[in-house]
């Protein structure tokens, strides 16, 4: 009887699910497409970049598709496919560095293979495979080893594994075959046919500059510093009020930590592009390096300082309360600072007035903290102990400060080599706009006839006023030309 129970209920367990099959397999569809969408919208350039790579492997088919082509290039023509898909990257940088690295590597290894298939037929039939031999191992072990060399891993890894493969491909094929020219050339023109292809369509079809891409991630993290210290007062002082969202929010500095490898892709493949939008083609892009270590810096200074927000371990309440305003301070005003930094950078825009006024505001602020940590010096040892906490949050927000001015003499460094433009004063900007509403005339209403020259007895007035303009120089006293008025009464 148990046996004819348990073989129903597995009987009518199966039934069910698989009555439940049909709506879980929906749901499961239903879901992963959720998911493609959001991972779509996350980004559009991906749709757009699958549609290009689409459209340089259609333009490469063409090579089998026309029938002259076809008779040309023969079998070879799918050289020219795998070129598309091994070089075709998300990036112009990334495609130009694959393409020409591939272009040059296989022009070369191609010369020195057939050369080396030349040198070893005078060797005759027996001494040929030797001297391929010795030559293919040389030339394979040399450019391996050259891959180890930091500056050719980094910019020329793909070409040298190019070279290894093509010039070994044509030294061993031309042991066999008499047409070894032929088929150099042939291999060499379907790459440099796939190659421009991708060149083409990744630059002229909705383009995805690395260099841009590296420009907004440095502008985003440094404001992702900024909104976290901007924070830091609620998160410290009144911790009870902030909400789960917001506090998320703002530790999305903690990205930072782990972007030294995309910075480090995005610089070299962004020396590759060409000049662009506001990038010239000599851009500075080491110096965008220079200014991701010390942001990099600032936020393992700002994941100390979370330590001990989120510790339990506080300083006395009345300590706290002594400290609470200049930290307050210091913590907005060097956000302030971070916040125009990352808003110069975005913008190509020179604001050093306003970011110089937020970090000596925050300097002020450190000097009212030591006041403040002066006049509260404990009496006792365990009073000591019990402010430690608070001390050296102090002391971490100061080091934060001091990294944050580095970073803004590293951005004023990179601000002259890149050609940031100016920003003038708000205030100087509007008294530009005046100026420039003045005009030069002259009023001279005359009574009768032209014999004032004679006539002095006459009674008119002559007004002329003379401006002259506004005079474009680096000094404050010189921004606004001067303006002369003049009143002749005759």
Not at 111 to 138: D, K, N, T
């Amino acid at each position: 009887m148990e046996m004819d129970l348990n073989a129903q209920e597995k009987k009518a367990g199966f039934f069910q699910r698989l009555q439940d099959f049909p709506s879980k397999l929906k749901d499961d569809v239903t879901k992963r497409v959720k998911n493609v969408q959001k991972f779509a919208k996350d980004d559009p350039r991906r749709i757009i970049h699958s549609m290009k790579v689409g459209v340089a492997l259609t333009l490469v088919s063409l090579l089998y598709y026309v029938r002259p082509l076809y008779i040309s290039f023969g079998v070879t023509g799918m050289w020219a496919i795998l070129t598309v898909v091994v070089v075709f990257e998300f990036t112009v940088g990334g495609t130009l560095s694959k393409g020409l690295n591939r272009g040059f590597a296989t022009l070369i290894a191609g010369a020195l293979g057939v050369g080396a298939v030349h040198l070893a037929r005078f060797f005759g039939h027996q001494g040929e495979p030797i001297v391929l031999g010795i030559l293919v191992f040389s030339l394979g072990a040399a450019a391996t080893f050259s891959r180890f060399f930091p500056r050719i891993k980094q910019r020329y890894d793909y070409g040298a594994l190019i070279f290894i493969l093509t010039f070994s491909f044509v030294a061993i094929s031309g042991y066999r075959t008499d047409e070894i020219l032929i088929m150099a050339y042939q291999r060499l023109s379907t790459i440099l046919i796939g190659g421009t292809i991708c060149i083409l369509v990744s630059i002229f079809i909705c383009p995805v500059w690395a260099g841009e891409d590296l420009h907004k991630m440095i502008a985003n993290n440094i404001n992702k510093l900024a909104k976290y210290l901007e924070g830091f007062e609620g998160e410290y002082f009144q911790p009870e009020k902030i909400s789960k969202e917001t506090s998320s929010c703002v530790r999305e500095y903690k990205s930072i930590l782990t972007s030294k490898s995309t910075e480090d892709s995005l610089a070299n493949l962004a020396r590759w592009e060409p000049g662009h939008g506001r990038f010239r083609l000599r851009h500075p892009w080491k110096k965008y390096l220079k200014i991701a270590g010390l942001v990099r810096q600032c936020a393992v200074h700002l994941e100390i300082l979370n330590g001990y927000v989120l510790s339990n371990d506080k300083a006395p309440q009345e300590f706290e309360s002594k400290i609470q305003e200049p930290i307050t301070t210091m913590s907005r005003e060097v956000g302030e600072a971070l916040k125009a930094i990352a808003k110069s950078i975005k913008t190509m825009r020179n604001d050093s007035a306003c970011v110089n006024a937020h970090i000596d505001n925050s300097k002020k602020a450190i000097k009212n903290l030591k006041i403040a940590l002066k006049s509260s010096y404990p009496e006792t040892y365990k009073d000591l102990l019990e402010i430690i906490p608070g001390v050296t949050m102090a002391s971490i927000l100061i080091e934060v400060v001091n990294c944050v001015e580095k970073i803004y003499e590293a951005v004023e460094e990179f601000s002259g080599l890149a050609h940031f433009k100016e920003t003038l004063d708000s205030k100087l900007s509007a008294e530009i706009g005046q100026h420039q509403l003045l005009h030069r005339g002259c009023v001279k209403p005359v009574l009768d006839g032209d014999n004032e020259k004679e006539d002095n007895s006459s009674c008119h007035v002559l007004i002329t006023v003379h401006d002259e303009g506004y005079l474009p120089t680096a000094t404050a006293k010189n921004v606004l030309g001067a303006e002369k008025t003049r009143v002749d009464i005759v």
